[in-house]
């Protein structure tokens, strides 16, 4: 498996931006499709983002779509998330999470290592 560890989170105003990192090791980074996963309190996990293992097709869900964007560099075996316009209902743990597969999946069950989070709290 691949390990993983986030960063890039913080405390940011309504309207402010954060970009997140997910640094990947272990294994060959370019091999796994990736995603960003984010769970509020009390709340289920819910996908954000998707990106395929050679980065030629990405996915946001409709609550991000046009604020955040997910990219990779296999070269530096990272992917982000850019996000701007943040919202209030934005605040969560962020997770980055690996897929041994050309495709990513909205189901955080179909990934096979995650990261330990990162929190993002967006203040009104």
Not at 12 to 24: F, I, P, T, Y
Not at 51 to 70: E, L, M, N, P, Q
Not at 105 to 120: E, F, I, K, P, R
């Amino acid at each position: 498996q691949v390990q993983l560890v986030e960063s890039g989170g913080g405390l940011v105003q309504a309207g402010g931006s954060l970009r997140l990192s997910c640094a990947a090791s272990g294994r060959t980074f370019s091999g796994y499709a990736m995603g960003w996963f984010r769970q509020a309190p009390e709340k289920e996990r819910e996908f954000v983002a998707g990106i395929t293992r050679s980065g030629a097709r990405t996915y946001h869900a409709d609550s991000v779509k046009g604020r955040f964007t997910i990219s990779r560099d296999n070269a530096k075996n990272t992917v982000y998330l850019q996000m701007n316009s943040l919202k209030p209902e934005d605040t969560a743990v962020y997770y980055c999470a690996a897929r041994e597969s050309y495709y990513t999946s909205g189901s955080w069950a179909d990934y096979d290592s995650w990261g330990q989070g990162t929190q993002v709290t967006v203040s009104s």
